[in-house]
């Protein structure tokens, strides 16, 4: 089993930054991948980054692509992601996810594909203001 706990959001103005955490604890799985998703109300929740196990490549949206930045630290059990040119648009809770995408090699789409993350964090909210 595995939890997650988001934690660094609050309040930005347009153009600001900002850094979100995701702290990872209990079982350890070496090919678990970890992605950054939001939701605004109203909305679904959507895809916003992803990374794999080892740091070596890394997914993000269309949106976001240019302005966030995703990256972890094993040796912390940490992702981050580091949210630059922020938007109103981008204000919703973060969550992050984690868990075996596939049983073979992940492709892209299946990364930004929410039902394949079986483990969630409680959320962090970011809002930004206009």
């Known amino acids: 089993q595995v939890q997650l706990v988001e934690s660094g959001g609050g309040l930005v103005q347009a153009g600001g930054s900002l850094r979100v955490s995701c702290a990872a604890s209990?079982?350890?799985?070496?090919?678990?991948?970890t992605g950054w998703f939001r939701q605004a109300p109203g909305k679904e929740r959507e895809f916003v980054a992803a990374?794999?196990?080892?740091?070596?490549?890394?997914y993000y949206a269309d949106s976001v692509k240019g302005r966030f930045t995703i990256s972890r630290d094993n040796a912390k059990n940490t992702v981050y992601l580091q949210l630059n040119s922020l938007k109103p648009e981008d204000t919703a809770v973060y969550y992050c996810?984690?868990?075996?995408?596939?049983?073979?090699?992940?492709?892209?789409?299946?990364?930004?594909?929410?039902?394949?993350?079986?483990?969630w964090g409680q959320g962090t909210q970011v809002t930004v203001s206009s």
């Open positions: 990374i794999t196990w080892s740091g070596g490549s890394t």
């Open positions: 996810a984690t868990g075996r995408l596939s049983l073979g090699i992940p492709t892209a789409a299946m990364y930004a594909d929410r039902r394949r993350y079986a483990y």
């Open positions: 209990g079982r350890t799985v070496s090919n678990y991948a």
